[in-house]
């Protein structure tokens, strides 16, 4: 999958970098700067041609007209560290004024670091690319050179230049034309995407959501499933998952313990994958995911690049507070029928019977099926954390025995830990 970096005309990405052109070939001749200040180079298509244009020096002497630089996103933050070596696209859409100006295409492309030093030159423009500018769209390849040890806050750079001899010693306007929505190709006319784009994927799939719910969560095995979404679909390297296989380089972490493994459930080949973590997992428990490279463990489909290395990717707890249950009668045979509970709290810090809120009622759930091991489960709506010994469950049992003369002999009350 190859990644393509097109001319725009916004700024979100040059900070406080310069706009001086920092290529060791260029100029050639006499140098002449257009002024134009620093813009993008995004992975985003713009919508509305524009341009950047010179006025070239009335002589005919070589000249190097600069007309300025386009800055992509910070590489390093998106975990790229190499670019290889690559035979690059530039595909731009330019002009002359005239046929007396001699106007050819000329390009730098390199990794800026945030000091605005050079990191490395993937491209440095030695030599006139195509034909001479005739208004519409060239389709040109340069042979690029690989840049190592990319930092955080390193960003790549296209200069762009027209170097001209002209015939005659006149002022002719030359102009490279971008930021539209039709991506360059020979005899492009208007609407110009002027780009550059390298084979290579250099930017790594990565993990964007991940989310917990009640529905994956098991409490006796115990086990919680996790719901992720990649930025593309991905898949295993040389093969396929099967269910309960560990994931080299994934962990779970939760409330900052013990990294956990993490094993395949569903997803494979899609951007929505389930997994599952030995650990369970309670509302308001922090947890996050890591992901350490593991040497082409976890790639994208479509360009077999592994998952960028991730680190406390927060997972979105949706996990519900609950009530959990065994309810046994006197002989100690468990409970099926369904019953009815409330749950009670104190209301004041003194447990006082003359106040009439000393303890309160904050919920009630009517017909509560228990499992066939007697277990109720059932969400707790209340204020309490998990955790809190603070609420007191009263159960209901007239539906198994309505006989009963006293309604003490249907109901019990016990204090019972949020769940």
Request: glycine share 10%.
């Amino acid at each position: 999958m190859a990644t393509r970096f097109y001319l725009r005309n916004t700024t979100a990405n040059v900070g406080t970098h310069g706009a001086g052109e920092l290529s060791p070939t260029l100029p050639v001749g006499t140098f002449d700067d257009a002024g134009n200040a620093a813009h993008d180079l995004s992975r985003s298509k713009g919508s509305a041609e524009t341009s950047v244009a010179n006025v070239s020096l009335g002589q005919t002497a070589q000249q190097s007209q600069y007309l300025g630089k386009f800055i992509s996103e910070d590489l390093g933050a998106a975990g790229i560290t190499d670019i290889g070596a690559n035979t690059w696209n530039v595909r731009f859409r330019y002009e002359e004024s005239s046929g007396f100006a001699n106007a050819f295409l000329r390009v730098s492309i390199y990794v800026l670091k945030s000091d605005d030093t050079v990191r490395g030159f993937v491209y440095d423009g030695a030599a006139d690319l195509g034909v001479e500018a005739d208004a519409t769209g060239q389709e040109l390849t340069v042979s690029g050179a690989a840049v190592s040890g990319i930092l955080s806050g390193d960003r790549l750079v296209c200069e762009a230049w027209i170097v001209a001899t002209q015939a005659m010693t006149g002022n002719y306007t030359n102009t490279v034309y971008y930021d539209g929505a039709t991506d360059v190709v020979d005899a492009t006319a208007s609407d110009a995407a002027s780009y550059i784009e390298t084979p290579e994927n250099l930017f790594p799939p990565s993990l964007t959501a991940a989310s917990a719910g009640d529905s994956g969560r098991d409490w006796d095995a115990p086990y919680q499933e996790l719901s992720l979404t990649f930025s593309e679909a991905m898949t295993k390297s040389g093969g396929s998952y099967g269910v309960g296989d560990t994931i080299p380089g994934m962990f779970v972490q939760v409330n900052g313990g013990a990294q956990q493994a993490v094993t395949y459930r569903s997803g494979e080949d899609t951007a929505s994958w389930v997994v599952r973590t030995a650990v369970l997992i309670r509302n308001g428990d922090t947890v996050v995911i890591d992901y350490e490279r593991a040497t082409g463990e976890l790639l994208s489909v479509s360009g077999s690049v592994e998952l960028a290395e991730t680190a406390d990717f927060a997972v979105t707890n949706n996990l519900t507070k609950r009530i959990r249950a065994i309810l046994k009668r006197g002989d100690g045979t468990v409970i099926t029928t369904a019953v009815d509970c409330m749950v009670l709290e104190i209301g004041s810090t003194e447990r006082d019977s003359d106040s009439a809120d000393w303890m309160q009622d904050v919920q009630k759930q009517a017909n509560v099926t228990p499992s066939g091991a007697g277990l109720i489960d059932f969400q707790y709506t209340g204020p309490e954390a998990v955790g809190a010994d603070k609420v007191y469950l009263a159960v209901f049992n007239p539906r198994e025995d309505s006989s009963a003369s006293s309604a003490a002999a249907r109901a019990a009350l016990w204090t019972h830990a949020v769940d």
